[in-house]
Every structure is written in C-alpha cells, then in structure tokens.
C-alpha cells in the first residue's frame, strides 16, 4: 500500500533549512544595529525568505528530471546573463556582479550559475560515457566558458566553487584520482597569471597580516578579535561590540560568521555548524536514495556548493582561509544567494519525495 503524499516529504530538511534561515535572520539584524525598518536588510531578508519559500515548495512539486531535459536551455540562459552583467551590471568594490532591477534590488548571475552548472554538467555525464576522455573534454569546456565569465567580472569565490562541484561529480562518475589531482596541480600553476592584483595582495594578507593592519590586514584581523572574543558562551545577542561598533567590514554577508562568534560564542557556533553537518548528511542520504544517476549527481554537486561555501566562508571568517566573497548559506544576506540555496533545498526534496517512484 502507497504512503500518503506527505509521507514522502523530507520534513527535516525543510526544518532545517528554515532553523538556519531564522538565526540568519537575527544575525542580520543585529549585524545592523537592530535596524528592522521597511527598506533595512532584514526586512529585504524576509521577503527573500518568503519568495524562497514559495520557490522551494515549486521545486520540491516539480520533477526534478525536468530540469535534465531543459539543461541545454539552462545553459544558454546562463551564459548570456553572464554575458549580459559584463555589459550593464553594477560595479560595487571594483566588481561588476549584479544586474539592477530598480526598487526589486539587483541580481547575481553568478549565484544562481553555480545550480545551473550543476544541473548542466549532471545531466551531460549521465547521457554520455564519462570515463572516455574525449567526454571529460567535453564536460570540462561546458564548465570553462561561464567560468571565465565569472572571473572576469571578477569573482574568484564562485569561479572557485564551480570548479569544487565539477572535480567531485568527475570523482562520483568514477574519474580516477590521479586525474583530478593533476588537473588541481595544473589549475593552481596558472593562479599567477589569472589572478588580479588585489587578489594575490589578499593571498599576501592571508599570509602576514599584520604587516598591513589598517590596510589589506583589516578585516583578517578584526574577524579574527571578533570571534575570539566571543570566547565559549558568546557576549549575548547584540552585545558585540566589534560588531556593533562595524569594526569588521561587510558583518551582515561574507563576514556575518563573525557575529555568529562573537555574540553566540563557540558554543553557538558548534550548534550552527551541526545543523549544517545535519543538513549535508540529508544530502548525501538522499544522494544515496536517488532512483537514478541524474538524481545522485544532482545531490551530490548541491552536497559540494553548500559544503564549499561553508568551509571557505568560516575559514576565512578565523583566519584561516584568505578573504574571498563567498556568503554562508541561509545566514549571510543576500537575495540571489538566498534564493539559489533555497532552490537546491527544492531539488533536494524533489528527488527524496520521488525516490522510489519508476515511471
């Protein structure tokens, strides 16, 4: 006997989901000064939920394998508005990310390039005999081309997590190690003559510092009194003073684990990060649960962005990691972030509420 359609629907992960969505609420909200106005972030924030939330319940419904039959269209969708915010987007801090939509906000192509490269580059290793290099050429152009789009604008973060998500779905399709490492090796000899200069003057920073502490050094350093300062028990919601006072630059997005640390303390942190180790799991389990390959690669490429943005973003956050604009998942403001991770939670669902369906 059937189950009921509820039955079939991952409750937890939407908890999840929602559980991480609200502490980014609150950290949003203090990260700017408890301004909770119509036109604050956090207002914005709550749209975006909303919005989400309506995008991540259409995509649970909606057949995930229809998205492997519209891939090609995907693609070139992608490609041309990352063509398009070349020519029309707006610059912030020397990067030109976002295409403005008037009092809507603005959009980042390349947020929501990084599901669609996943969907692209699944669906074609599913369709072709991957372990033939000709076919590994191939998949590797079809990733090249918006990465070199993203780098120009320039977005070192993003274009890092597409090549993340394109090495493990070459390493789940069976793509010996020895390869990818190879092609590691070969991509990190190129990093000098790519990269521009601000980006090596970070790796720099990274290094030292404090060689430059009210320069390049800034916000390394002031991350790092920030969340050490929190110490074990964290110095209570909006009682940060390095947040509170803005000594650390951007708090509400790329730098918002910094009030995380510093006003919920390492004891709070531990519990973010274990509602994120739970929700990696569930994406694996799935993975795992999937009635086809499209759906365990699916998975699998959603498992490795969330998991790229969440140790990128917290080991630059303590000083581990050089500085790179990559927000923290759900917590982090951000409309176009946002709404591309609430539609992977979709897809998610998607693929666990089909799977042990045959059609």
Known sequence: MNKPWWHRIDVTLIVTTFTLSFIGLIMIYSANGKDGGPSSEVSRQILYIIVGTVIMLLFTAIDY?????????????TILLLIIVLFIGHTVQGAQRWIPLGPLGSFQPSEMAKLAMIITVARFLTLSDTLKPINLLYASLLIMLPWVLILIQPDLGTALVLV?????LFFTVGVRPWILLSAIVAGLSLGPFVLKEYQKERLLMFINPEGDPEGGGWNLIQAKIAVGSGKVAGKGIFLGTQNQLNFVPEHSTDFIFTVV???????????ILTLYLYLLWRGLSIAQASRDSFGTLLAVGIVTMFSFHLFVNIGMNIGI?????????????GGSSLLTNMMSIG??????????KIF
Do not use: D, K, N, Q
């Not at 394998?65 to 969708?77: A, D, K, M, P, T």
């Not at 050089?322 to 403001?333: M, R």
């Open 321 to 333: 990691l050089p500085v790179t604009g990559i927000p923290l998942p759900f917590i982090s403001y």
């Open 261 to 271: 640390g510093e006003e919920l303390g390492l004891t709070g942190a531990m519990g």
């Open 65 to 77: 394998e229809l998205w492997g039959r519209l891939y090609r269209h995907i693609y070139v969708i």
């Open 164 to 168: 993340a998500i394109t090495l493990v």
């Open 347 to 356: 897809i998610l669902g998607s693929i666990y509420f089909r799977r042990g």
